[in-house]
């Protein structure tokens, strides 16, 4: 019986792999619009970004338009998948109580899955497009755990996930909610996590109890 789990997407299931200057012109194209809109930035990553606008509550909807123009062109030109040997395949089509919790939307979500870079649908996925605010917020991982519902309630859920904000995220859950309890699964160094990353294919054997 497969135990269930909450995964981010891009680092950790696949890579977006998005060129330097899609970066450079994404960034450009978000500061531009936050001083059209007068909202002050102190970072100037995507992400980053994209939230100051969505605190402000100004620019929301054209920073999500851009945003997903471009990870859905990644999601079809430069994008791989990380996983091998189908394993997140079969870990969904065994019915597992697992979760998608992504800053991307879902637009690049859909993408993905019809460039056969995901091989099906999570029975939840929290996306861009379903939360206020993005990890590190706490709110995409408490919207996940109450859509998993019932089969939460029992062990402590992994977050398998690839990012500072990842980390961030669960442990701004655990100060916040903290029931039922998650915790940080890395599967890249660098997070800052004290437990040593682990690939993701262990990790997908380990949750399939295949390992
Ligand atoms: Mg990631």
Known sequence: MSRPAL?????????????????????AGLRALAEREGVPLD?????????ALSVAGRGVA???????????RWARATARALTSDDALGR?????????????????????LREAGLLPGAF??????????????????????????GDVADGDELPFVGDSKADREAVAAYARVWGRPP??????REGTG?????RSIDAVLADLAGTS
């Open 43 to 51: 970072h100037f990553g995507i992400f980053p970004m994209y939230r």
């Open 182 to 187: 998650v915790r940080f699964v890395p599967v």
């Open 91 to 111: 870990l969904l089509a065994s019915g597992a109580p697992v979760a998608l919790v992504t800053s991307n939307g879902r637009a690049c979500v859909r993408a």
């Open 62 to 72: 054209e920073a999500r338009e851009l945003i997903d123009s471009y990870e859905v």
């Open 123 to 148: 029975p939840v996925e929290i996306t861009r497009d379903e939360c206020g605010l993005l990890k590190p917020d706490p709110e995409p991982v408490r919207r996940a755990v109450t859509a998993l």
């Open 7 to 27: 995964f981010d997407l891009d680092g950790t299931l696949v890579d977006l792999a998005a060129p330097r200057d899609d970066l450079e012109a994404l960034r």
């Open 193 to 197: 996590a004290v437990e040593p990353a």
